[in-house]
């Protein structure tokens, strides 16, 4: 009987005659697959990441923006800082403004409203 060469006991394949196995394409198919997944998940974190510092400098300009409007809003402009309760003040009435009473009398009370 002939012997058997160690590969052929194995049940291995014998290497071609340039000493390297020939690629698997189902291996190369899927190393490309998992290569294209991290390429694509690697430009999808930049993304986030550069949409993150945006959306976080816009929200820093409109929190300023609210600040400064709250200081405005606290201040009218042309308003005087306090009202002293016990000055008195003038008010000119207009020709055609809605009054109760005598318009020689002494004191006037004046009211402001907003009907909004």
Not at 32 to 41: F, T, Y
Request: hydrophobic content about 40%; glycine content about 8%; overall charge neutral.
């Amino acid at each position: 009987m002939k012997q058997q060469s160690t590969e052929q006991r194995l049940g291995s394949a014998p290497l071609p005659p340039s000493g390297r196995r020939d690629l698997d394409p189902i291996g190369l198919a899927t190393l490309a697959g998992v290569i294209g997944i991290l390429m694509i998940s690697f430009s999808s974190m930049r993304d986030v990441d550069r949409l993150d510092r945006s959306l976080g400098e816009r929200i820093g300009k409109l929190e300023d923006q609210i600040a400064q409007v709250g200081t405005r809003a606290a201040q009218p402009a042309g308003a005087p800082a306090a009202q002293d309760p016990n000055r008195v003040y003038t008010v000119r009435l207009a020709a055609d403004a809605p009054i109760r009473g005598r318009a020689s009398a002494p004191v006037t009370i004046t009211e402001f409203s907003d009907f909004q």
